[in-house]
T-cell receptor
């Protein structure tokens, strides 16, 4: 499984754009990049998933360069409620015998007023 | 709201005891997984069930066991509790033929072992 590396923590202020970068140098051809958000004392929540270039939904954007060795989760105009831990995961789209989502330690985002 | 519920919310046990945690998934979600999350760490995979059979297991000892029922509910049982078992226990489910990477997590059960 591809290993991911992301910053331990980040600080921001309300209204700013936050970009969290994840490195995954050993990503396989059939791997997708997925991001989860976790609030304190809650389960992780799927945010966004992509394979290449750019994906955007109502919550975030995901930028993936051509070599796919890294990805950037972009949160536009964050608010206090975006304070959470963000996890970057890498793996195939369908279950190919790999049975687990592999979480690292994530990035703890703290949004200040 | 993910449609996945877990009970109880919190639980306190003493070392050596046994515990059963419960999860209820959405209708049609035939795959359920259990994760252990220690404080400050990401969730760690315990095992996965598909249509009532275990079909994958992480690096956890046999005293961690599970059951899945036809009504989309499941259980995690832990025997001979140890202090290090104190953690947030999460269940996650997904429907068939969906993206493996998009799973629906419950809010978790916080287990404290004294």
């Amino acid at each position: 499984l591809a290993k991911t590396t992301q910053p331990i923590s980040m600080d921001s202020y309300e209204g700013q754009e936050v970009n969290i970068t994840c490195s995954h140098n050993n990503i396989a051809t059939n791997d997708y990049i997925t991001w989860y958000q976790q609030f304190p004392s809650q389960g992780p929540r799927f945010i966004i998933q992509g394979y290449k270039t750019k994906v955007t939904n109502e919550v975030a954007s995901l930028f993936i360069p051509a070599d796919r060795k890294s990805s950037t989760l972009s949160l536009p105009r964050v608010s206090l409620s975006d304070t959470a831990v963000y996890y970057c995961l890498v793996g195939p789209l369908m279950d190919t015998g790999r049975r687990a989502l592999t979480f690292g330690s994530g990035t703890r985002l703290q949004v200040q007023p | 709201e993910t449609g996945v519920t877990q009970s109880p919310t919190h639980l306190i046990k003493t070392r050596g005891q046994q515990v059963t945690l419960r999860c209820s998934s959405q209708s049609g979600h035939n795959t359920v997984s259990w994760y252990q999350q220690a404080l400050g760490q990401g969730p760690q995979f315990i095992f996965q069930y598909y249509r009532e059979e275990e079909n994958g297991r992480g690096n956890f000892p046999p005293r961690f066991s599970g059951l899945q029922f036809p009504n989309y509910s499941s259980e995690l049982n832990v025997n001979a509790l140890e202090l290090d078992d104190s953690a947030l226990y999460l269940c996650a489910s997904r429907p068939d033929r969906s993206s493996y990477n998009e799973q629906f997590f419950g809010p978790g059960t916080r287990l404290t072992v004294l």
